[in-house]
């Protein structure tokens, strides 16, 4: 499992890592030495390794669910346009930051202080995400029903805040990636990214109320979805 793990975190950085540093290299005015995209992408890739090897170490339910290959026959049609939905908004959304930096130029460059608060909030972030795995086994990518994995309601530590805190640590990388590329235009442009989640939170809590007896009762308790005291 964790050469697994290890070998999904390189295919996922080499991801990002060609949706932000190959539009820069080849757009006009861009380059292939992007130094705060470079250093994006390494301290991700490092974090992510880091962190397939603590969850090995420490939380291997929760990899293990990470690593659970998608089954179409285990997710509805809503669950399936929903992921894919969301997905394509995020490489759209990953496409636009170098060409906003290098060619569009919307907004003026985010202060230095603008930036490195941009990357606090990136290390946060990750820690939100890292923490909600550790939590809960099921925090799989995709929605299905795990009862038969033994599932059961999580309502403690990170999910007494919001009931979906993956989401929420989500948001705030992507936030704080917009401000270290210093791109004011790809953090305006991230209601979208919140649009697209919707769909998928609204039928992944259907069905949840499904398999999980107490989650109406959770929903009571715990308010807000996404971000406190927003929604």
């Known amino acids: 499992m964790l050469v697994k793990g290890l070998a999904s975190g390189l295919i996922q950085i080499l991801i990002v890592a060609i949706l932000l540093l190959l539009p820069a290299?080849?757009?006009?005015?861009?380059?292939?030495?992007?130094?705060?995209?470079?250093?994006?992408?390494?301290?991700?890739?490092?974090?992510?390794?880091?962190?397939?090897?603590?969850?090995?170490?420490?939380?291997?339910?929760?990899?293990?669910?990470?690593?659970k290959p998608v089954r179409e026959a285990d997710q509805s049609k809503t669950s399936r346009v929903a992921a894919r939905f969301l997905g394509i908004m995020i490489i759209f959304w990953m496409l636009f930051i170098p060409l906003d930096v290098f060619v569009l130029q919307l907004f003026p460059v985010p202060s230095v202080a603008f930036s490195l608060?941009?990357?606090?909030?990136?290390?946060?972030?990750?820690?939100?995400?890292?923490?909600?795995?550790?939590?809960?086994?099921?925090?799989?990518?995709?929605?299905?029903?795990?009862?038969?994995?033994?599932?059961y309601l999580v309502h403690t530590g990170i999910y007494g805040i919001v009931r979906h805190p993956m989401y929420s640590g989500i948001i705030m990388f992507l936030a704080g990636i917009a401000l270290w590329l210093q791109s004011y235009a790809a953090l305006l442009a991230l209601p979208l990214i919140c649009f697209a989640l919707v769909p998928r939170i609204m039928e992944e809590e259907r069905m949840l109320i499904e398999v999980l007896p107490d989650y109406l009762e959770y929903q009571k308790k715990v308010r807000y979805r996404l971000l406190p005291f927003i929604w």
């Open 117 to 151: 608060f941009g990357l606090a909030l990136c290390l946060v972030a990750y820690l939100v995400v890292v923490l909600t795995i550790y939590q809960n086994q099921f925090a799989t990518p995709h929605v299905e029903d795990q009862t038969t994995w033994g599932q």
């Open 25 to 67: 290299g080849l757009l006009p005015g861009g380059t292939w030495k992007w130094g705060r995209g470079l250093e994006l992408v390494a301290g991700y890739g490092l974090l992510l390794e880091f962190t397939v090897y603590f969850l090995y170490r420490y939380a291997p339910a929760g990899l293990r669910s990470r690593l």
